[in-house]
């Protein structure tokens, strides 16, 4: 009812996150690309596998002037996977504990990312070259106020171009860059790769470096199929600028979820060449993060702790787009009221000191089981955040938002 929504509201205004004028709008009325990379775990980023580098591309950009690149930052989804955390980039709301909220509110009202930059001029979209009714995929968009989306049907597969779950990234970014082409601009679109999927099969000629050798078949291949999606980024960045489309755009980076579960701990305690904790199993929830502004000069790597909620603002704002009257539990990474605090779905969280897990509090240097009383505060917090959150979902709050605020109009310019 409407205190409830009262009472989150002041909690989200409490939490709100003034923009730092120095980011504010810097990439305004670009082109926005949002690219979701499939399974893709932080720990694979500047590293090597048997002397072989894994994504020399993105390693590249952790380098490169025009590109942020958050080395810190975790996804925060749960069974919903690929789709939960499509919502979250969307909402900045946490999906459902044991469900995936795409099939389960697919009838509310949100105030998603898409509505909110169609509001402000963009045409919107999502490409995947998936069917389109996966993870109820196009309900849930048209509740998004999602404008177009390229599901399969806006591809065309050729022989040769189809592995594991269906077409293979460097087609499917080819044919993207084609499609963008004919897009309203200024355009804001959501890409879904989708190679680097468990079980993680490839061609033989997609092969660019040899399998692991461990006691997991998901973690062997794993990093030969990351090195192929990170060679179609490659090609993909060489196709913007090919079609000019690359400078007048803004790519955010990130991978959706881990690809590694927690079932294949031994192998990755080789790999890592350690016998592999809870403490660490959360710190294999960190995926990559990249924020990269073609012609920008003043990138660089950002250690603060963040996580996919924290996009919605973050995009936003880059784009000189307000957030202060909106409903979410995020907040923008670069403004320097942003909290370093991540919640996961499962009520596990990290803090600049510590992360908790299986009701233990760790020690954020040394990976040891700490004093409780430091986790404490952010126990309560953490639960708090995930009941609000539930409490707009299932009560389907955002519908009352407007009504309360006065006309749609109002609300957008508050
Ligand atoms: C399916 C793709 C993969 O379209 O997004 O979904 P996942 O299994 O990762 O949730
Ligand atoms: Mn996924």
């Known amino acids: 009812d409407g205190t409830e929504l009262t009472e989150i509201e002041n909690y989200v205004k409490a939490n709100h996150a003034q923009p730092d004028p120095e980011m504010f709008g810097v990439a305004k009325d670009r082109n926005v690309i949002i690219v ?25 950009l952790t380098k490169d002037k025009d590109t942020f690149y958050f080395n810190n930052f975790y996804h925060q989804t749960g069974l919903g996977k690929t789709s939960d955390s499509e919502f979250i980039v969307e909402n900045s709301l946490y999906g459902r504990n044991g469900s995936a909220v795409f099939f389960t509110h697919s009838g509310n009202t949100y105030d998603s990312l898409s509505n909110r930059l169609g509001e402000n001029g963009y045409s919107t979209s999502v490409m995947h070259a998936n069917s389109k009714s996966f993870w109820n995929r196009d309900i849930m968009y048209k509740a998004m106020d999602i404008q177009k989306f390229y599901d399969v049907e806006s591809y065309s597969i050729e022989e040769g171009q189809a592995v594991n779950w269906g077409m293979k990234d460097i087609p499917f970014f080819d044919q993207s860059v084609d499609l963008m082409k004919d897009m309203k601009k200024p355009f804001a679109t959501r890409m879904i790769t989708l190679t680097n999927h468990h079980p993680f099969d490839l061609d033989e000629e997609d092969k660019l470096i040899p399998e692991y050798t461990s006691n997991s078949n998901t973690l062997n291949k794993y990093f030969q199929t990351v090195r192929y999606m990170d060679e179609a980024v490659k090609g993909f960045f060489e196709d913007l600028k090919e079609n ?31 016998e592999i904790t809870p403490f660490d199993n959360a710190e294999l929830q960190k995926v990559p993060m990249f924020v990269h502004i073609p012609g920008y000069g003043k990138g660089k790597v950002m250690d603060e702790l963040s996580g996919q909620l924290d996009l919605r603002p973050t995009i936003l704002h880059l784009l ?95």
Request: hydrophobic share 30%; proline share 4%.
């Open 36 to 60: 979701s990379l499939e399974s893709l775990q932080n720990f694979v980023i500047n590293n090597e596998m048997d002397g072989h580098v894994i994504t020399p591309f993105l390693n590249e």
């Open 244 to 274: 000019g489309l690359y400078d007048n755009s803004i790519i955010i980076m990130y991978g959706d979820h881990y690809g590694i579960s927690e079932n294949h701990n031994k192998a990755m305690g080789m790999y890592m060449d350690k």
């Open 320 to 414: 000189g787009i307000d957030t202060k009257a909106d409903m979410q539990f995020g907040s923008d990474v670069f403004s320097p009221d942003h909290e370093p605090f991540v919640i996961f779905r499962d009520g596990r969280f990290v803090t600049d000191k510590n992360i908790y897990t299986q009701e233990v509090c760790y020690d954020i240097e040394t990976g040891e089981p700490t004093d409780e009383a430091q986790c404490e505060p952010y126990v309560e917090r953490a639960t708090t955040e995930l009941n609000y959150s539930d409490t707009v979902i299932n009560g389907d709050l955002l519908r009352f938002k407007d009504q309360k605020d006065g006309s749609p109009e109002m609300k957008e310019r508050e």
